[in-house]
Structure formats: C-alpha cells, structure tokens
C-alpha cells in the first residue's frame, strides 16, 4: 500500500507516518513528487492490512492510503506515476531523448574497443558499451579480458566524454564494475539472481537490467523490485528477446513489452535488436521497431571488422551498418516522439 500526504505536509507529519511503518517492522520508501509526498510500504503486511491502513489514515497529515495492486510495488506506476529520468554524466535516459548504447559486444582489444567508440560516438551513440565479463554458453568460447577490459572502457569514457556500461555477472564483481563503469548491466541469464540484484542494488549505480530470456513481464518487473527495494530506483528495463518456438531468430523481439512496461511502471525501457535477432541484417529493421513502439532507446553491438569478431559475430554491425541504423532511427524518433504520451496512457489493466 502506500500513503499519499495532503499537499502541504511537513517533514514531522512525513516522519510520523514513517515511524509508524518501522514501528510494525516494514520499510517506508519516500516519493517526494513536485506537490506531494508519498510513501510506500514494503514488506511482508499479511493480516494486518486493514487495521495498518485505518491507524494510517488517521495519522496526521495523511490524505489518503491505497492498496497496490501489483506485486511490484516501487516500481509500479502505480506508487510513483512519473517517468524516471536517469542521469549518467550528461546523458539522460528515459526523459523523451533517444538512448543509443553502442559498442562491441566484447572489448577484445583496446584498438578494437577504441577504434569502434570514435566511430558510433561520432555518429549519435549516447552511451558506449562492451563487455569486459562475458557470459558464454561455451566455456570454451573467449570469456573477456575482465579488469583489463574495464580499464580500456574508461579510457573509452575520457575520450569520448560519453558514460559506458558493462555487464556484471557476480556480486563478488560488483565492486570494481561500479569502480570503472557508469552503468552496471545484468545480463538474460542473471535476471533472477537475486544476490546479484540486491548487490546492484546498494551499488549506488544506475543499474540496466535485462529480461530474462525465460521471464515474464511479471517476473521481470519483480526483479527490478529486488534492485529498487535495496535502495536503488536508478533502472533501465532492456527487451533482448525471449525464446518461443521459434528457431529461425536467436530470439524472438518482444516489442508489445514496450508500450505495456511504459503503462506498468516509470522505468525506462530500451530494446537490443542485437540479441534478439541474432543477425546484422535484422538489427535496423527492429530498431526502427523499438523507437516506433516508444523505447527510450536502443542498445547495439558494433565491430570494426564483424566477421572477425570473437563473439556474436553475425549480429554486430559494421560502421556504414550503424551509420544506417543511427539515419533511420533518428528519423523515426522525431515523428513518434509525440505519440509517446499516448502510448503511455494507453488504457487496460
Ligand atoms: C550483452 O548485452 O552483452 C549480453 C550478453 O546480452 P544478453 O544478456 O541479453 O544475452
Ligand atoms: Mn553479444
């Protein structure tokens, strides 16, 4: 449930009603929005729902109390009905801009890694990514230069003053992804490990997590309740595809995710035609996809030399590839931009 204050509350008013959510052994979580505060309550209420809501309705200063219906709760759009905005240096996501996150998909070396950031940097990437900890089916397949890997990603960051994300496969790596990365990303297959969400969580990083290729919208959503109930609200929601019946993808896009995340919580949401498809060719067409359907953005995969790539090979771009992709994307953007509103106000439950 969560309490909304009258307007005009004051912070003693604000602190009694959280003190009266400690004192039952549940955590308040504040929303101060531009003429009111509100409050959540989290955590394990049972029984006592009706006599809480009653002793809070009458606390001073409180205008009324309502239930959430989802399972997520700060994350819902419900509790907090205005669209995150999250800040890394001097990009925004989530705030009507385009998000584009390009990189390779492995930093492989810090020429490769280097040589691909100029490029998209100079050709609208907003944020720059590559992968230092490489998840692999294989454990035989090159699994990343690891710290190396990072250290070339900051050196990515100073040159193009554009903030960088990598992927985070352990807690135990936590702290020195935060150390060099701005953004820190869960992959697929770490969506639903909850020790790795909750170390992201008190990170204090904005934290992009991806769906889980298994997952529903559900379970992705109450991943992220996992990171924001650790403290951290700062996430970007990434479609990447999911695995269905269908073989002839690596995954199948799930763009209806868009437009239904945006009507079920204020997070960002970007979409990785990349990952989804599988193949270079099919990675413009999805982006146009992503941006006409409302994502914030888009993440892609570049590679000076493809073919020669030491993983994902088929489905990293080339430049004149990006080049394309970024012309297209942009055109897009400007005629949806104002339709956005819209789809978020879609109706339904
Ligand atoms: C990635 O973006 O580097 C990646 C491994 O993606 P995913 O977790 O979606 O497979
Ligand atoms: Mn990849």
């Not at 073919?307 to 090979?313: F, Y």
Request: one cysteine or more.
């Amino acid at each position: 449930m969560f309490v909304v204050m009258r307007t005009g509350a004051g912070e003693a008013e604000v602190n009694g009603v959280k003190g009266l959510i400690l004192a039952e052994g549940l955590t308040p979580f504040e929303n101060a929005g531009a003429d009111r505060t509100v409050i959540a309550v989290v955590g394990e209420i049972g029984k006592r729902r009706e006599s809480l809501q009653a002793r809070l309705e009458q606390t001073p200063g409180v205008a009324s109390v309502t239930r959430i219906s989802k399972p997520y709760k700060l994350v819902s759009r419900e509790f907090h009905p205005e669209d995150t905005v999250i800040s890394v240096l001097d990009a925004k996501v989530g705030d009507g801009s385009l998000t584009v996150m390009a990189g390779p998909c492995s930093i492989e070396s810090r020429d490769q890694l280097l040589e691909t950031v100029d490029f998209v940097a100079g050709h609208g990437a907003t944020i720059i990514r590559g992968g230092a900890f490489k998840p692999r089916t294989s454990p035989y397949s090159f699994q990343g230069l690891g710290v190396e890997g990072l250290r070339y990603l900051a050196e990515a960051r100073g040159r193009s003053g554009l903030p960088v994300i990598t992927e985070v496969m352990e807690p135990s790596q936590v702290d020195i992804v935060a150390e060099y990365s701005d953004i820190l990303q869960i992959g697929t297959r770490n969506m639903q490990n909850f020790s790795l969400l909750l170390a992201c969580g008190r990170a204090g990083r904005p934290v992009m997590l991806k769906r889980g290729y298994g997952a529903t919208i559900e379970e992705w959503l109450m991943a992220a309740e996992y990171i924001a109930s650790a403290g951290n609200s700062q996430i970007i929601l990434c479609e990447r595809g999911i695995r269905t019946f269908e073989t002839s993808t690596r995954n199948t896009l799930d763009l209806t995710a868009v437009p239904l995340l945006h009507h079920l919580t204020h997070l960002p949401v970007i979409v990785d035609p990349s990952h989804a498809t599988g193949k270079r060719w099919l990675v413009k067409p999805l982006a146009i996809g992503g941006v006409a359907v409302g994502a914030d953005g888009i993440m892609v995969e570049v590679h000076p030399r493809p073919d020669e790539a030491l993983s994902d090979a088929e489905q990293q771009l080339d430049f004149p590839g990006f080049e394309s992709m970024m012309n297209a994307i942009t055109g897009v953007h400007a005629h949806v931009k104002d339709l956005h509103g819209d789809l978020l106000r879609a109706t339904g439950g």
